[in-house]
């Protein structure tokens, strides 16, 4: 099973990114799929997931800049962020859990490597 996320880089406060997720070796509709992020010093936590056929949930602190969505014909999934802000710099992980997990990193089997997103003000 292969994760890889792209389209992170460099953005300014205020401004938007759409990070992308593609996965292979997998069923990918049977997969819940999330993005977590981590930012220097800190642990990783949780941004958003969505089922196999929807039901997208959010952390707090992303809910109404965050949109997660999938297309299972391409086997990706997307996170677009609005509104971004200082404190939404960090590396950003997909990752494919069973259906039961939601925003607990141990319930997710499968990693990608991470894009960095880094937003200045």
């Known amino acids: 099973v292969q994760l890889q996320a792209s389209g992170g880089g460099l953005v300014q406060v205020g401004g938007s990114l759409k990070l992308s997720c593609t996965a292979s070796?997998?069923?990918?509709?049977?997969?819940?799929l999330g993005w977590f992020r981590q930012a220097p010093g800190a642990e990783r936590e949780f941004v958003a997931t969505?089922?196999?056929?929807?039901?997208?949930r959010y952390a707090d602190s992303v809910k109404g800049r965050a949109f997660i969505s999938r297309d299972n014909a391409e086997n990706t999934v997307y996170l677009l962020m609005r509104n971004l802000k200082v404190g939404d710099t960090a590396v950003y992980y997909c990752?494919?859990?069973?259906?039961?997990?939601?925003?607990?990193?141990?319930?997710?089997?499968?990693w990608g490597p991470g894009t960095q997103v880094t937003v200045s003000s």
């Open positions: 070796g997998l069923y990918f509709s049977m997969y819940r």
């Open positions: 969505i089922g196999g056929f929807g039901d997208p």
């Open positions: 990752a494919a859990g069973l259906q039961h997990a939601v925003s607990d990193s141990n319930e997710y089997d499968y």
